[in-house]
């Protein structure tokens, strides 16, 4: 059993539809954390999530929707989404302690029609 | 804001030849620094860490990195490389702050050749 598993690996979806990442953290941690990885482009810290409360927002448009209903799950709600928004979608727990490791999932490839 | 840069987007060297990944970050308070490795179709996992302490730090496959404050440099070196090697590394930074902040760069694709 792998330490952090993201459903679905792949995802291919029109401009008008509505679907959700999933991400499951079998480490006992209690942070957890989304990031965007484009080609050629730094990852981008979306949103963290420490005890199930968000607390980064990074300025992220409001078609992307998080949800973190306890601390080994944690959901990303897409709709209306642009074909920019094609890029892999990182995963990541840690414990929420000064320069804590972050323990990555595989990530969910996203492709935008 | 902080930020990191890693230079060479990609960098091609022979097997058992030594190499040098650079990084250099800019921030204006006190720093956490990191290099994660990604694997094909993997996710990231962490290769080595500097808190404090001795600026030069170690990870268990033989890379190594130092911390050079006055250069605001991370470069992470390996004396002699394996094909297993092959591999994106990516540089990040987090201030003592809000360390769980962790800013990454862009990454540096290491390709290993026989």
């Known amino acids: 059993e792998t330490g952090v598993t993201q459903t679905p690996r792949h995802l291919v979806m029109g401009m008008t539809n509505k679907k959700s990442l999933k991400c499951e953290q079998h480490?006992?941690?209690?942070?957890m954390y989304w990031y965007k990885q484009s080609a050629k482009k730094p990852l981008e810290l979306m949103f963290v999530y420490s005890l199930e409360e968000r607390v980064e927002n990074n300025s992220v448009p409001s078609r992307f929707s998080p949800e973190c209903p306890n601390s080994s799950h944690l959901f990303l709600h897409l709709h209306t989404l642009q074909p920019e928004d094609s890029a892999l979608y990182l995963c990541?727990?840690?414990?929420?302690?000064?320069?804590?490791?972050?323990?990555f999932g595989e990530g969910s490839r996203l492709t935008v029609l | 804001a902080q930020s990191v840069t890693q230079l060479d987007s990609q960098v091609p060297v022979f097997e058992e030849a030594p190499v040098e990944l650079r990084c250099n970050y800019s921030?204006?308070?006190?720093?956490?620094l990191f290099w994660y490795v990604q694997y094909p179709n993997q996710g990231l996992q962490l290769l080595l860490k500097y808190l404090s302490g001795s600026t030069l730090v170690e990870s268990i496959n033989g890379f190594e990195a130092e911390f050079n404050k006055s250069q605001t440099s991370f470069h992470l070196r390996k004396p002699s490389v394996h094909i297993s090697d092959t591999a994106e590394y990516f540089c990040a930074v987090s201030d003592m702050d809000s360390s769980y902040k962790l800013i990454f760069g862009s990454g540096t694709r290491l390709l290993v050749r026989p």
């Open positions: 480490l006992g941690h209690n942070a």
């Open positions: 990541a727990s840690s414990q929420f302690t000064a320069a804590a490791e972050l323990f």
């Open positions: 921030s204006s308070v006190s720093v956490y």
